[in-house]
């Protein structure tokens, strides 16, 4: 063996060993330990309910298709109950898009509520479609 190759694995020895003493130093750190990150209070969250849920009406020329799909829903819903939607994902037939749009809209929700009172939320909903 040459004298570099000796050189090469007496450092590369060297470095394993350092890693393994740099690891063996560090403190594990236990699941039964609790870190208090921020607050010391607790609150309680309920997300918004959906409490009427209209089914959409569906023409007769879908009826005639055998069709399905997807598309994915954005509801900003106010302390009051009131939302918008807007799809962020189309079912990819625009009929379809407006159909759903038009009845999300007749949607109602109950607000999310923040320890007892009702707060502004947001929540995505996936709306499926199959028509058969």
């Known amino acids: 063996m040459s004298i570099r190759y000796l ?4 450092l590369l020895s060297i470095a394993c060993l350092f890693v393994l003493v740099s690891l063996s130093s560090v403190r594990p750190v236990l699941a039964s330990q609790v870190f208090k990150i921020g607050t010391s209070e607790e609150a309680k969250y309920a997300d918004a309910l959906a409490v009427e849920c209209p089914q959409p009406e ?3 020329s879908l009826h005639e298709e055998c069709y399905k799909s997807c598309c994915l829903a954005r509801f900003c819903i106010t302390c009051e109950g009131k939302h918008q939607v807007t799809l962020v ?5 625009d009929e379809v898009d407006e159909i759903a749009l038009r009845t999300l809209r007749r949607w109602k929700f109950k607000p ?5 009172k009702p707060v502004q939320s947001v929540r995505k909903i996936k709306v499926e479609f199959e028509v058969e």
């Not at 994902?89 to 037939?93: A, V």
């Open 112 to 116: 999310a509520m923040l320890n007892g």
């Open 89 to 93: 994902s189309s079912s990819g037939s």
């Open 7 to 10: 050189k090469a694995i007496s």
């Open 58 to 60: 569906i023409p007769s």
